[in-house]
């Protein structure tokens, strides 16, 4: 076996840390969810009044747990495109005078009977905060104004006595706003150029901040890398609406059509340099601008999101609720989630937001059954750890691993890809626990690695636990029934000398935990 200059063999990973090393800290809202009226996400998803686990406001009791047990401190609604064609107007005050619309985002009949002021109550029992979204596909400036107005400000105005007549006496105090969704995209309702987005995002960011000045504000940036407007579309919405936001959105999904596994697990690799190339983006408008001040990254979209494609017209058009999206996620898929959080904790610098998309039913971590049970998906579990322990500073890491090479189909033809690194990884110091947590994947399909991580400048004391994801099988996929792909404790971690030793099994997820001195 060959040895390279620091002595592992070609078969090996390291890292290498030491605590004064940092990237940044970790925004607890970098594991967000998202809830748009989308398919069964709201209506027999959080919502499903006369379902046993119903409480007096239609919730489901049994959701609103696996939420919490996901870990979202925040949640996106109510889209998504929906938002682009969504007066909220219509969502507000007695339901039975709530009028039905069509959805045109979705093909699907919307009744309005669950609306802004039912989304806030959700959140206080699901522990999520707000991020809100307002409509500046069909609507503009006044309609936005209006709803911060509604939410936020505390009476004696038309809007928001109006929100006190509903029953809502103090004002909901929503902190965090989107500027629209996605308005790059020709799919969009209202879809603009970026000079037309540019100026109505700004006016209508000047009138909701100046009702409520401790808002924040997160910009559309581009729908997705591969976008022909990228990188021109985020310079020109900036330079319009630098001074007036705080965050630029940035979307991504991932997905395995052709069955090409080991360009599907480097996927994670592409999102690390979207993300760089928006901060890169940001700063030369920053730059141009002599401001001082820094835009941040709000990931409010991303997932895998393939299984589903074309399956639309298995449900009818224009009715409540029809089953749209509805991911049935894999083992692998759940190895690619892990990932993108492990991209997501290694740029926690400048992402601060990210919410992955979405939360139930509609490509999502929880699934329901109307009438029957709710359960866990597969890209549950490195979610739900990853949001639980992925708490401190991120270390910057030195990594050796070994690489690998591979081929996949790009618009038809056989496109080489060369030295993925087998393992990704991101380690994070919760200096208020005295932990230093490992999030590692093993991209190896057949093989495990030997993997070792030296604690330069801290004392290890002991590895609390060592999770691991991984299933002999990378198609299996869990139900109502059975939950075959989850994490389970794994024996044989050990610390010694400041280094912690760990076999990764060929394709999996993992998580060290090491009780550290310093
Ligand atoms: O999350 C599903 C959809 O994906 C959202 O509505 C839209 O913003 C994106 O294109």
Known sequence: MQKNVTGISEMEAKITL???????????????????????????????????????????????????????????????????????????????????????????LEPNTFGTNEFMAWCK???TAPMMAVNLGTRGSE????????????????WS?????????????????????????????????????????CEAAKLMKWIDPSIELVVCGSSHAAMPTFASWEATVLEQTYDHVEYVSIHTYFGNPHDETPRFLSLSDDMDRFIKRVVAVCDAVGAKKKSEKKIMLSFDEWNVWFHSNGKNQESKDWTVARPLLEDVYTMEDALVVGS????????????????????????????????????????????????????GAVLRQAVESPFYDTEFLHYGVMTKLENVPTLTSATVYNEEAGEIVVFAVNRDLKSAIPLTVHLDGFEVERVIEWITLHHADLKAVNTENDEPVQSVPMEGAAGADGVVRA?????????????VRR
């Open 340 to 391: 993108m959080l492990i991209a997501l904790l290694n740029n926690a610098d400048r992402v601060k937001i990210a919410c992955i998309a979405q939360t139930v039913n509609v490509i999502a971590p929880i699934m329901t059954r109307k009438g029957g049970g709710a359960w866990r998906q597969t890209i549950f579990f490195p979610f739900s750890a990853t949001s639980k322990y992925g708490r």
């Open 161 to 201: 006595d109006l929100r006190r007549q509903h029953g809502y006496e103090q004002p909901h105090q929503i902190k965090l706003w989107c500027l629209g969704n996605e308005m790059d995209g020709p799919w969009q309702i209202g879809h603009k150029t970026a000079e037309e987005y540019g100026r109505v995002a």
């Open 125 to 127: 029992k699901a522990d």
């Open 18 to 108: 030491h605590p004064q090393f940092t990237i940044g800290s970790v925004d607890p809202r970098l594991f967000g969810g998202f809830i748009e009226h989308l398919g069964r996400a709201v209506y027999e998803g959080i919502y499903e009044p006369g379902h046993p686990e119903a409480d007096a406001d239609g919730s489901r009791r049994d959701v609103i747990e696996l939420v919490r047990e996901l870990g979202t401190p925040i949640t996106r609604y109510p889209g998504g495109n929906f938002v682009s064609g969504y007066n909220w107007e219509d969502g507000v005050g007695p339901t039975e005078k709530r009028p039905a619309r069509l959805d045109l985002a979705w093909k699907s």
């Open 503 to 515: 076999q990764l099994p060929a394709a999996s997820w993992n998580m060290i935990r090491v009780k």
């Open 143 to 158: 309609a936005a104004r209006d709803l911060v107005e509604y939410c936020n400000h505390p009476g004696g105005t038309y």
